[in-house]
């Protein structure tokens, strides 16, 4: 009786005794991962059988000689390098690329309000009128403290009247708070680009956002596949959810689906219920994106629309 025993380093046949008689020794990665060729061919000239389990230690003890202790740690090498490339997905890129525009938003606040608080030394009063962020930093970056005290409508301000260099260091501060909102929408270019192939049921009903970071929240796609609804929820309120089971105090009725347009727009006693018929439809989803269902998410969409109208 001969036996067929195959490693990373090779396809072995071995006698009754479990001595080896014959091999194919595989000269890379690749070949190991293609080694029903030469399992076939050994079969095939000596007629050998899969070596049973309960000889499988035994087996292995062959292979502590040093003849193949260089060649399996070199092949070990490849093989965990090769699966490490390998493990690189779309998972892994829209994480990071939702985890960088969380840390721009971060950034873009304290810079927008160290440039709030630096700007009022010459022109408070366009913090007080304009509130949004964004607005606020296109205006100083863009126009001078003529154009925006007649963009505000005022004719006289508190402000100091300062000299062209010292106001050219907050317009510098402007400009680049606006670099960092164009990264931000690039990066969501980017997520829109991979979500579109990658989980487009997900992509339509929760958007670009929410549904990256609901990827970011739940690990992966097949993580919030496989997760139930009730969870998919309560993504993102964590800590509220502890604090309710630490103190005993109100449990959280959302986390970061809060922000959907479908909660946003439900009448203040319905946002719970507006939540929770959202998050089954995006269990849907992502069960419909991870094991290549057909395309629903306008369905779910339109009719959480119509409950909600």
Known sequence: MKYLFTNIIGSFVLDGKLKIVDSTLFK?????????????QLKQK?????????KLHQALLLFKDKQY???????????TKQSIKESVNEDNLIVQAISNINELDKINNILTKRLREWYSLY?????????????????????TKE?????IGTKETMGADLDKPYVDEMILLAKQIINNYQLRKEHEKYLELIMKRY?????????????????????SLKHLAMLPASTIQLLGAEKALFRHIKTGSRSPKHGIIINHSIVQKAKRNEKGKAARMLADKLSICAKL???KGEFKAKEYKKELEENFR
Do not use: R, W
């Open 69 to 79: 202790h260089q060649e399996f740690y070199k092949k070990n090498l490849q093989l």
């Open 46 to 54: 000596h007629k050998a059988e899969q070596l049973p389990n309960e």
């Open 289 to 291: 994106d991870y094991f």
């Open 28 to 40: 890379n990665v690749e070949e190991h991962k293609n080694k029903e060729k030469s399992e076939k």
């Open 199 to 219: 989980c487009p049921n997900l992509l339509e009903l929760a958007g670009i956002t929410i549904g990256a970071k609901l990827m970011e929240l739940g690990k």
């Open 123 to 143: 022109l408070p009063e366009l913090s007080e009128e304009i509130q949004s962020h964004e607005k606020y930093v296109e205006l100083v970056a863009t126009k």
């Open 147 to 151: 154009e925006l005290m007649k963009e």
